[in-house]
């Protein structure tokens, strides 16, 4: 991300900080402008123009989706009224903040249901390739994401509809670790991924988030993913960081050492 385009990322999550009126249908019509915007070339250029008058492009937005809630209405005045690096970023900026208002706006378990869905994704290649798809209208991927959408919260449905209608070249996988990273961040956590041979119980639970909140500074939502080849043990997966507590490890080690 361009140096123009963090400190315009900056200025728009402060703003929703400061914000009052956060829901779910707020973060939502967020992310519908951002679908009008990326879809509309002329539109996405004229609002991304580091020369154009704040004012005059708050203007466009306004004549081109017409009335929309409050606080909607005030954050995407403030997205679209900075300078961002590239119009790109300026959208991945606005389906950042409408995530975040949503998540901000719901006490449904988010995070769990898109690591869920991520997990129904990526045991069905075929789905998340159809998802994924250049080709194909959103409508249809909407209609077919439905089919891992069931019995999720309206907050998660309205985020995973988002990012099948316009992936802009992404993966669904990718884009499901993404979301489900904000939604994290914006109520002050991160995430951290768990594998372990047998589920965990809530003392060895309770022993890994007090490592992740001594590692990281801050709590973690925790995701389990079971796979009995490590043996026994765990690890640990934040973001790019991993931590290899496995037997399986262990004994791979030990191995290389009795070869060696």
Request: glycine share 8%; hydrophobic share 45%.
């Amino acid at each position: 991300m361009g140096s123009a385009s963090r400190v315009a990322l900056a200025s728009a999550k402060a703003a929703v900080a400061k914000a009052s009126g956060l829901s779910v249908a707020a973060g939502a019509a967020i992310l519908s402008v951002g679908r009008a915007i990326g879809e509309t070339p002329a539109l996405r250029a004229a609002l991304a123009n580091p020369v154009a008058d704040a004012k005059a492009k708050a203007a466009l937005v306004d004549g081109v989706v017409g009335k929309l809630d409050a606080t909607a209405t005030t954050l995407l005045h403030n997205i679209v009224g900075v300078r961002w690096s590239s119009a790109d970023e300026m959208l991945a900026g606005i389906e950042e903040i409408g995530i975040r208002v949503i998540a901000a706006g719901s006490a449904d378990a988010i995070e769990s249901e898109l690591f869920t869905i991520a997990q129904a994704v990526a045991a069905n290649p075929e789905l998340e390739l159809a998802l994924s798809a250049k080709r194909g209208g959103a409508e249809a991927k909407r209609s077919l994401a439905g089919a891992v959408l069931k019995g999720a919260s309206d907050a998660t449905t309205e985020i995973v509809r988002h990012l099948v209608s316009q992936p802009r070249g992404r993966r669904i996988r990718a884009l499901l670790a993404e979301a489900q990273n904000i939604a994290a961040d914006q109520q002050g956590r991160g995430v951290a991924i768990v594998t372990v041979a047998h589920p965990l119980d809530s003392s060895q639970r309770e022993r890994i988030s007090t490592v992740l909140r001594t590692r990281f500074g801050r709590d973690h939502h925790i995701d389990e993913i079971i796979d009995d080849s490590i043996v026994g043990g765990f690890t640990v997966q934040v973001g790019n960081d991993t931590i290899d507590a496995s037997i399986r490890s262990r004994l791979t080690e030990l191995s290389s050492k009795l070869a060696g």
